[in-house]
């Protein structure tokens, strides 16, 4: 009994060491927008999360050089219980177009996006840095100014309602020595190795006996591998070969019930 009570204390001290080593969220509001931002673990990528009150679309552009001109937009919206998210740029001061349908790439990650209350989120990532020539890049250590909106149609084209104007202030992320970098009540999801070329070994640790999901994305949010399974509760391992894949950034994400942990890693050939 003691020795069960010492490990139980010494799991919640390490829970508790896990959480705060996690990079904070920065904050900032404008437009009837609050946007959340931080840089991940291995300083590759941008996470946001918009928020606001509305069932429609919300939106950031980043680093605008005159109005909407030369912006990184991403717009997003839920419709029908699912996430929508589209990568644009700014083509005049009040106009903007997919990165796609201008000749670019879109490099915006769905990360979730959902709609409860009247209130919509979208949860996304985009890399600091890139080689389309319709993205802004972001480098630590620099403010940047942005563009905050929302509107109320479940599209990417209508008329905002609100926009506003503010400021961000990319910062580094805080170090986290622990592999588990995104660790959840009831859900540890690891890598290793990552970088990795061209297989790496998933490791997660369920608290409960059930249904399991797993399914990875590249820097465009296209799925790319997607396995499902039945898993007991415990220590668990998953092989994922990335042979016939690019070199990139992939997002892989681990769904068992009603918890959901996430985790970037790199394909480096």
């Known amino acids: 009994m003691k020795e069960t009570y010492v490990l139980t204390i010494f799991m919640m001290l390490l829970s508790l060491a896990l959480l705060t080593a996690q990079t904070p ?10 946007f959340q931002y931080r840089v991940t673990q291995d300083s590759q990528n941008l996470e946001g999360k918009m ?13 605008p050089t005159s109005v909407m ?3 990184n937009f991403i717009i997003g919206y ?5 996430g929508n998210i589209r990568d644009d740029w700014g083509t005049s001061n009040t106009t903007h177009a997919s990165d796609v349908s201008l000749g670019g790439q879109s ?15 979208i949860h996304f990532t985009i890399p600091l840095s890139t080689t389309d020539q319709y993205d802004r890049n972001l480098q630590i250590g620099q403010t940047y100014p942005i563009i905050l909106a929302k509107g109320s149609s479940d599209n990417y084209t209508a008329q905002h309602n609100d926009a506003g104007f503010a400021s961000i202030t990319i910062q580094a992320p805080v170090a986290n020595d622990d592999p588990f970098v995104n660790p959840v009540p009831g859900l540890s999801l690891m890598s290793y190795p990552n970088p990795f070329n061209p297989q790496t070994t998933l490791r997660y640790n369920l608290k ?9 994305y590249n820097v465009r949010g296209e799925l790319v591998h997607k396995v499902r399974g039945f898993e007991t509760e415990g220590s668990h391992s998953y092989l994922w070969n990335a042979e016939n894949l690019p ?12 918890v959901t942990a996430s985790l970037r890693v ?3 050939k």
């Open 25 to 34: 969220w920065q904050t900032t509001s404008a437009g009837g927008v609050t």
């Open 51 to 63: 928020t606001a009150s509305t069932t429609g679309w919300v939106a950031v552009g980043f680093n």
């Open 69 to 71: 001109r030369n912006a």
């Open 78 to 82: 839920v419709s029908a219980g699912t």
């Open 107 to 121: 490099n915006v990650t769905l990360v979730a996006g959902t709609e409860s209350a009247g209130s919509t989120l």
């Open 208 to 216: 409960r006996t059930g249904e399991l999901e797993l399914t990875i």
């Open 247 to 258: 070199s990139g950034s992939y997002l892989v994400r681990l769904k068992s019930g009603s």
């Open 266 to 268: 790199q394909l480096i």
